[in-house]
């Protein structure tokens, strides 16, 4: 029997409306967007938590910093040279292509060849597939840390980008700068699928409906990504409601969302350190110690935090946070501008000399200004200061060049392990492995020969010492100079409960967001 018209229409039209009730649209403001669309094609932030949108870790940390299964449901050390990893079955690709250990072993040996990863498992030596959904860890030697990176590998749909692309080049090339496949085409297991993308101007993200994870409460079916630059505009865009989401806050503009009865604000402590590199090799000053130490005495890092950083965050003096394996709470802070005087004269310099310093203006809080204030510290000892600042996507090329005297570098070690700090950001450049990928030039082998000890050594207590020894000698070396470590900030709209997506690495993960 058929229903009247006006019967069909009405249950459709109640479908509708019940699909409508259930949709949830997320605005997100960031300070900037994902520069491409390959994770690997570059070690950073906001890089790493796309990739917690669009593809899916085996692991992945917890809020309350425990390791939890993702994509790998369970594993097991063999020996002392192998971990087994179970995978999970069932899961499929954005492309429709089944997820099995073919893909993680792809995503293995695509790791190995991407420069800025590549540092991160020099303990490996192989992964070997032993079925469709189990995987061997092979090492070189004993790593203390194995799930730890595991919380980096997300596997990538092998078949996807395996081939050639429109222009004859391979589509599994990793590049930062060049137009190849991976980096305007995804394919990931992840809650979302990218639909548009539009680098510094928008993204656009929908629910994949075949998403493995139906515990997740997360109820976000599309992501509107606005990367906005200008901290206050930020701020404004969600005062007057245009987005529901930003990140970071301005901490000079916290009073003021506190004050907005529909909004929500949440701070927490980094492990994220801000600093600048030295380059001895473009400023030859710098190869005196009596100057690199002169320079950090000229920092006040503590009036950084007290007047640009609104108290929100506590000065650096080393590497690693307090609590990080390698924190060494012997090492005090150094601003003595009298001292970094004579410390100038001692050395020749007590004239001065020009130095040229670089930084971005949308990637770290108040980047731009931190850098102003540096330059204007030291030119309190005559150091005049040619500083260019410039957004994100350009600063990294330019960073890599490594042709300014001081170079801004944060860093947060999402091993949580402090010998992560010194492989990327001191270490003697070294293309093969992938070390020193963030350093701006300071090179000390004897520096480096500790940390690969450290690396050796599966007694954590041992390791720990080392690993302090190691901030001693980086801190009497005065290898970079620290300045404090940024402080994580979100608000949002109250109906968006930021505590389900939020965490200490400032990856977001956007599946588990509930949106009321």
Excluded at 380 to 397: C, E, F, G
Excluded at 443 to 454: F, G, N, Q, R, W
């Amino acid at each position: 029997m058929k229903k009247p018209l006006a019967v069909v229409a009405a249950l459709a039209l109640a479908a509708v409306l019940a699909v409508n009730a259930q949709a949830k649209t997320l605005k997100l403001a960031l300070d900037a967007d994902p520069p491409r669309l390959d994770y690997m094609s570059q070690l950073s932030g906001n890089l790493l938590s796309y990739a917690e949108w669009v593809f899916d870790p085996l692991v992945r940390w917890t809020k309350d910093m425990k390791i939890e299964a993702r994509l790998a449901e369970k594993w097991e050390q063999k020996d002392p040279l192998t971990m087994r990893v179970y995978l999970k079955k069932g899961v499929t690709f954005h492309s429709g292509n089944p997820f099995t250990a073919a893909d993680v072993k792809w995503t293995f040996d695509r790791i190995r060849k991407a420069p800025d990863w590549k540092a991160l498992y020099d303990a490996f030596k192989d992964v070997v597939i032993v079925d469709d959904h189990t995987v061997d860890f092979v090492f070189n030697r004993p790593e203390p840390l194995t799930l730890n990176l595991m919380t980096y590998i997300f596997p990538m749909d092998s078949k996807f980008y395996s081939g050639k692309d429109a222009a004859g080049k391979d589509k599994d090339l990793v590049s930062k700068t060049d137009p190849v496949f991976a980096n305007s085409n995804a394919s990931g297991t992840g809650p979302f699928k990218v639909t548009s993308y539009e680098p510094q101007v928008k993204m656009m993200l929908d629910r994949f409906p075949a998403y493995w994870d139906k515990k997740s409460k997360g109820n976000v079916t599309q992501i509107v990504l606005t990367p906005i630059k200008n901290p206050g505009t930020r701020t404004a865009a969600l005062l007057s409601g245009d987005v529901d989401f930003i990140n970071p806050v301005n901490p000079q503009d916290q009073d003021l969302i506190k004050k907005e009865k529909g909004l929500s604000l949440v701070n927490m402590p980094s492990g994220r350190v801000i600093t600048f590199g030295f380059n001895p090799a473009v400023q030859p000053e710098f190869k005196d110690l009596r100057v690199r130490q002169a320079v950090i005495a000229a920092v006040n890092n503590a009036g950084i935090v007290d007047k640009i950083m609104n108290k929100l965050t506590v000065p650096a003096n080393q590497f690693s946070a307090k609590g990080m394996s390698g924190y060494n709470d012997t090492l005090k802070g150094r601003f003595d501008v009298e001292k970094a005087k004579k410390l100038m004269k001692e050395a020749g310099y007590e004239k001065g000399f020009t130095i040229t310093m670089i930084a971005p203006n949308n990637r770290y809080t108040n980047d731009e200004k931190i850098a102003e204030a540096v330059a204007g510290m030291l030119a309190k000892i005559n150091i005049k200061v040619d500083l260019k600042t410039m957004p994100i996507a350009q600063y990294w090329p330019e960073f890599q060049k490594r042709q300014a005297s001081l170079q801004m570098v944060g860093w947060h070690p999402d091993t949580e392990d402090s010998a992560n700090l010194f492989e990327f950001l001191v270490f003697c450049v070294d293309k093969d492995k992938g070390f020193g990928a963030y350093s701006s030039g300071f090179c000390d082998p004897k520096l480096d020969e500790l940390v690969k000890s450290a690396n050796t050594e599966t007694d954590l207590k041992k390791r720990d010492k080392i690993l302090q020894n190691a901030e001693k000698m980086a801190y009497d070396e005065a290898a970079f100079i620290p300045l404090h470590y940024e402080p994580l900030s979100w608000a949002a709209k109250k109906n968006v409960k930021l505590e389900t997506c939020i965490n200490q690495q400032n990856f977001l993960y956007l599946g588990d967001l509930v949106i009321e």
